[in-house]
């Protein structure tokens, strides 16, 4: 079965602490992107990749990293360093020659 | 950058009477507009998409215009349906070494009321 994966479904980030959101796809894309949706807003792009070890800063990157060793795999991490992690965030991927960007089904983190 | 509009922001319809999104794009440059379906809790699904070499794009009950000169396109629902009720966000992009960003409209609450 194909497809993008994100895990967990919830998460719970307490002051202070970071945390890691896991993408995963088995399509064989060369593109992976993370993006960030608040209530009553458009996906803002946090990171994105074209290749593997290699990543950009989207337009809201700060308090966020991310790393690219596998193809199949883009964890983005939730700093300390991002005052208000409260969102849905969105994984996303494409092929090389591929226009379209496919999304998963999107981990919602809440802080404690 | 690119900047998207998108109207209205809700959307209520009868069952059976069409739909009609619009979005604006700032930049000239920008030759790929996706559109995309959310359901409440899940990640968006793409539901049709058009390339700025083409006016208008249809697939069954859905069809896509493109207006370059005064870089608007819309998304029109014809017949709608209960299950039509979604989120749906426009989206532009250059299709170039740039790495297919996206940038999003703030997304249409549409609610096809029986």
């Known amino acids: 079965d194909g497809g993008i994966t994100q895990s967990p479904k919830y998460l719970f980030r307490k002051e202070g602490q970071n945390v890691t959101l896991s993408c995963e796809q088995n399509l064989n894309h060369d593109a992976m992107y993370w993006y960030r949706q608040d209530p009553g807003q458009g996906l803002r792009l946090i990171y994105y990749s074209q290749i593997v070890n290699d990543f950009q800063k989207g337009d809201i990157a700060e308090g966020y990293s991310v790393s690219r060793e596998k193809k199949e795999s883009f964890p983005l991490t939730v700093t300390s360093a991002q005052k208000n992690p409260t969102a849905f965030y969105l994984c996303a991927s494409r092929g090389e020659i591929q226009e379209t960007q496919y999304f998963g089904p999107g981990t919602r983190l809440l802080v404690l | ?114």
């Open chain 2, 1 to 114: 950058g690119e900047n998207v509009e998108q109207h209205p922001s809700t959307l209520s319809v009868q069952e059976g009477d069409s739909a009609v999104i619009k979005c604006t794009y700032s930049d000239s440059a920008s030759n790929y507009f996706p559109w995309y379906k959310q359901e409440l809790g899940k990640g968006p699904q793409l539901i049709i998409d058009i390339r700025s070499n083409v006016g208008e794009k249809k697939d069954q009950r859905i069809a896509v215009t493109l207006n370059k000169t005064a870089k608007h396109f819309s998304l029109h629902i014809t017949e709608t349906q209960p299950e039509d009720s979604a989120v749906y966000f426009c989206a532009a992009s250059i299709l170039t070494g740039g790495g297919n960003k996206l940038t999003f409209g703030t997304g249409t609450q549409l609610k096809v009321e029986l």
